[in-house]
């Protein structure tokens, strides 16, 4: 069975710092995302990164985000600095694989001014 699931959510000061988790089991990932999504608005990719460590970014999270992996645990974390109250949303993780590709169910990230 397939499950991913996200962890490290919560609510910040603006220039605080989070660290999201995801670790997904049945698969091994070839791209890992983490996407969000504020209220109102359109899903939105935000970093990924491959089974090689190729990473992107949007242009909104450069240099105040890292993406990074561990592949023996098959998991991604999303380092989280300087956060702005515009990067609240629900962070979801990614998961492709040969196997199909996979959702989690979401962490909330919330930065009050």
């Known amino acids: 069975q397939v499950q991913v699931v996200e962890s490290g959510g919560g609510s910040v000061q603006a220039g605080e710092s989070l660290r999201l988790s995801c670790a997904a089991s049945g698969i091994i990932f070839s791209i890992m995302e983490w996407h969000r999504q504020a209220p109102g608005k359109q899903r939105e990719l935000v970093a990924s990164i491959t089974s090689d460590g190729a990473t992107t970014y949007a242009d909104s999270v450069k240099g105040r985000f890292t993406i990074s992996r561990d592949k023996a645990k098959n998991a991604v974390y999303l380092g989280m600095s300087s956060l702005k109250p515009e990067d609240t949303a629900t962070y979801y993780c990614?998961?492709?694989?040969?196997?199909?590709?996979?959702w989690g169910q979401g962490t909330q990230v919330t930065v009050s001014s």
């Open positions: 990614y998961v492709l694989s040969w196997r199909g590709n996979y």
